[in-house]
């Protein structure tokens, strides 16, 4: 702004004068400022709002299922032995628990050495005379680490090869003995050290880790089984155990995959034969079992995304043609693919065309914007407007057009081209003349090289060059869509769903599509499941869905149940020929590695050439007299922990199991035998179920207290945001409370907020029928305490009579627990109804419109709207202002002017005469 010296001829105030002038102006800036304050703060205030009932709105979509109630506790009558936690899975009753043995890691406690030993201490000043030493640290699962020492190995460094080797190991110098253990519990993670050669030996002894145990033995026992003096043998041995155990690993797979099928088999009959009477009891025509199957399969939002024609066929989004319109298509079984072009057009009742914008808003031919009026003609149609120049107000209904199309593909090239180099990198080419890469970088073509550019386009120093000689080049394709006649009889599947079940109302029952949905859903899922199988194998999923469906066409329900009662023996007869199979595995795990390799590669043969040193060496170690072991080492083997549960064996590397609902945490040995056994009882957790509804009741109070608050607050009438001048005259605390008397009361009868009000409170005070009979939240002891007792603003709040924390109700009988321990069912059922039908009304007023986006409850666009006409009037008037101010400052400024050429006239005549 510029700096104004005034009156300083005439003596005027001229800013007062000029203020008082334009005074008008500036009232209505302020106005406007003070009107878009006041809305900014209502946005906060229902931002706040919303994302509380938002939060409500989920939680109550959660306890519409039962699995939210399905609640469970359960007991152990021995805590020390064991510690058990239920899912609401769990099975309720008593169950019996022995705990045979808890697992554990592998410990080896090496002899005590010399009191001068450290970790700096090396091999030779431990008495190690030998050269390079070889010990062999062999893991539960058969895999071995070979450690090579030296007279120069220290400790420091024996430990870090251990440790390397994955084990975890240290030294103490204080007790002067290595503690070694596995770094997991069980067999498989178990560990022994052992010497891969007569050196090796020599040199576990003097580090004091030379024990004998049982896992010591079998570790070279596991080597001497291929041993033959005929060397040409003792690789024969090895080659067919090499044989022998990837014939057990494939032969395991195969079997484990079949029984896997087979187990599922069992569901999948299930549903689809009840699949297939429910179908067959409809009284559909084929074609249309065909397409309810059809539309079942797919997820709300695949059904709203996809086309389907008269034949049940679904068509599927795959591109999207040069004007933007989607393009869809379906392939039959022959491969050959048809496609079909949706049209999307805007069109009034005078057949004007209109484009649709992003924001919701409609463009004419003319290029006039139309904008939602928020009302709507006779049929329900949105109504749109546009203000002429001349400010007239046109109107008009705008409805959305769809169109179908047959089209016919064709691949056309594009001019660019995509580079692959010898690594299989891809350099696309884009519009600008650069090449996008798959490795992330961007290039371009210079002197025939495709050379690394920055994001200015400046090469790279050392950055990446590919040779365009070194690379294949294909030029990129698009596909161009040229339209036919249009489609008959083709729409979106979601809208073909719902014809079908108005057509045929009376059979398409809620409760026959939830179980017809549930049990297509098991089809497909059995079906379209990943199978390792190969398709002709008898239990692969291909050939059991083909034979549950031969048997039903053959004989229906009762063919299928025939069926898969023979299934059951050939399970039990795989499960003995993986029990053979993970025998062989288990004994030649030491094979694990060289099975694991190609046999044609040199690392192979060396590999096996290094095996049949171990088991030579193994052989010699086991065989000789000259073993010294320390006796005062003790290794404890890793162990797997067992349970009985209701006397069925399980295992575990662990001590934790996971069975049917139970989770079960075996913490000491308790025996064999029912006389040793504890027990698990498990029940209904009635607690947890009153507890669910209790925090529910708080969530909803705590909510419905505020908005009732917010609704009912005290007028503000006479209070307006302050300008930075009134603010001035004012304390911060005189300011704080005046705003805040205005912030208060910026919802008090909102329209919006009463209707979110009444949805809530009209879905709490229903009633809902459990089998027959009509409940409401006061049979079970919930309700309110009525206006008049109520504290203020409290009337919706609901209260559970007898709960200890609620002084209004702590008195009266608990019929709420009454009921939950009684009747569960009853209360849950009740409580689905309610959560359900509270979720649906709220979820209805937050449904996206012209006026609000999705998942708001007042009307956002609107008010951002205004927010934004606020903005530009606001820079309307301050331009208004600012021009009257100049216009009246040049004015004030002319006649200083004036005046100041007067005076000096004045003062001139008055010397004249004055000579």
Request: one cysteine or more; glycine letters at 8%.
């Amino acid at each position: 702004m510029p700096i104004r010296i005034t009156g300083l001829n005439s003596g005027l105030d001229t800013e007062a004068i000029i203020s008082a002038l334009v005074s008008s102006y500036n009232y209505k800036t302020n106005k406007y400022k003070k009107a878009q304050t006041k809305l900014s703060w209502k946005q906060d205030a229902w931002k706040t709002l919303n994302t509380k009932i938002y939060s409500l709105y989920s939680s109550v979509g959660n306890l519409r299922l039962s699995s939210a109630y399905n609640l469970k506790s359960t007991t152990v009558s021995d805590t020390t032995k064991a510690t058990v936690t239920a899912s609401n899975t769990a099975p309720s009753g008593t169950q019996t628990l022995n705990v045979i043995s808890v697992a554990q890691a592998g410990y080896l406690t090496g002899g005590q050495l010399d009191s001068s030993v450290s970790t700096g201490t090396t091999l030779a000043e431990l008495g190690y005379t030998g050269g390079d030493g070889k010990i062999n640290l062999t893991m539960g699962d058969g895999t071995t680490t070979s450690i090579t020492v030296t007279q120069g190995t220290t400790v420091a460094g024996f430990l870090a090869s251990l440790k390397d080797a994955g084990v975890s190991a240290n030294y103490d110098e204080t007790n002067h003995r290595f503690f070694i253990s596995s770094k997991s519990t069980g067999k498989d993670n178990d560990f022994t050290l052992t010497g891969g050669d007569a050196d090796g030996i020599s040199a576990l002894t003097k580090l004091g880790l030379n024990v004998q145990s049982k896992a010591t033995d079998a570790t070279y026992t596991s080597y001497t089984q291929y041993y033959d003096a005929d060397g040409n043998k003792l690789n024969q041995n090895i080659t067919d155990a090499i044989a022998a155990y990837k014939a057990a690993q494939e032969d395991y797979k195969t079997k484990s995959a079949q029984n896997a099928n087979l187990t599922a088999s069992y569901g999948y009959a299930s549903a689809y034969s009840a699949m297939m009477d429910a179908l067959k009891s409809s009284g559909l025509s084929d074609a249309d079992q065909k397409k309810l199957q059809t539309l079942l399969g797919m997820t709300a939002s695949q059904r709203v995304d996809s086309l389907m024609d008269a034949n049940g066929n679904v068509y599927t989004k795959s591109d999207t043609d040069s004007l933007g319109n989607a393009i869809y298509s379906y392939k039959d079984e022959n491969g050959d693919t048809t496609y079909i072009r949706r049209m999307v057009t805007y069109e009034d009742g005078s057949n004007n065309v209109y484009t649709k914008n992003d924001d919701g808003t409609y463009t004419d031919g003319d290029g006039h914007v139309w904008t939602a009026t928020g009302g709507k003609d006779t049929d329900g149609n949105a109504t749109y407007s546009y203000t002429a120049d001349d400010g007239t107000v046109n109107t008009a209904t705008i409805k959305e057009n769809t169109n179908y199309y047959e089209v016919t593909a064709e691949s056309r090239g594009t001019g660019y081209y995509k580079y692959t180099d010898g690594k299989g990198v891809t350099y696309t080419q884009n519009d600008n003349n650069t090449l996008a890469g798959s490795d992330g970088n961007t290039y371009k073509i210079s002197s025939g090289n495709l050379v690394q550019i920055d994001s200015d386009g400046n090469e790279v120093a050392d950055g990446k060059t590919v040779a365009l000689s070194a690379c294949t080049q294909s030029e990129i394709q698009k596909m161009v869509y040229h339209q036919k006649a249009a489609a008959t009889d083709i729409g979106r599947a979601a809208d073909a769903l719902t014809d079908l079940k108005e057509a045929n109302k009376d059979t398409l029952t809620d409760d026959f599509v939830n179980k017809m949905t549930s049990n297509v859903e098991k089809v497909n899922a059995f079906e379209n499941a990943e199978d390792t199988l190969d398709s002709a194998d008898s239990a692969s999923r291909a050939s059991i869905a083909a034979a549950v469906k031969n048997a039903y066409a053959t004989n229906g329900s009762a063919g299928v149940t025939t069926l898969t009662n023979t299934y059951a023996s050939q399970i039990t007869a795989n499960k003995t020929a993986m029990e053979a199979d993970q025998d062989v595995i288990d004994k030649n795990a030491v094979l694990s590695k060289l099975a694991a390799m190609d046999e044609t590669s040199a690392e192979y043969a060396t590999a096996f050439a290094d095996f049949v040193s171990r088991v030579q060496s193994a052989y010699e170690i086991q065989n000789g007299s000259n073993i010294t072991y320390n006796s005062d080492a003790k290794k404890i083997d890793g162990t797997d922990s067992e349970i009985l549960l209701n006397g069925i064996k399980y295992t575990s590397s662990l001590n934790t199991y996971t069975i049917n609902g139970l989770s079960i945490t075996a913490l000491q040995a308790t025996g064999a035998g029912d006389t040793n056994a504890i027990s698990i009882t498990t029940s209904t957790d009635t607690q947890g179920i009153y507890d669910k509804v209790k925090d529910f009741l708080t969530q909803y109070n705590a909510l419905i207290n505020e908005i009732t608050s917010l609704y009912n607050a005290d007028s503000a009438k006479g209070y307006e945001p302050l300008t930075d001048d009134e603010k001035d005259a004012l304390s911060d605390s005189e300011v704080e409370k005046w705003e805040q008397k205005i912030k208060d009361s910026l919802l008090r009868r909102d329209e919006s907020l009463e209707k979110v009000m009444n949805a809530m409170t009209s879905s709490m005070s229903k009633g809902y029928e459990v089998n027959g009979k009509t409940y409401y939240l006061s049979n079970f002891g919930i309700k309110t305490l009525g206006y008049f007792n109520a504290p203020e603003n409290q009337e919706y709040a609901y209260h559970i009579d007898g709960d200890e924390d609620d002084t209004a109700t702590s008195g009266n009988a608990d019929k709420l627990m009454a009921m939950i321990t009684s009747d569960p069912d009853t209360v849950i059922s009740f409580m689905q109804q309610l959560t359900s039908g509270l979720y649906d009304a709220v979820g209805e007023k937050m449904k996206s419109s012209t006026l609000s986006s999705s998942y708001k409850v007042y009307n956002d666009k609107e008010m951002a709207s205004e927010y934004s006409d606020y903005t530009d009037l606001i820079k309307k008037w301050e331009e208004k202002l600012q021009d009257k101010e100049d216009y009246y400052y040049n004015k004030f400024s002319a006649m200083e002017t004036a005046l100041s050429k007067l005076n000096s006239q004045t003062s001139s005549l008055s010397s004249l005469f004055g000579n």
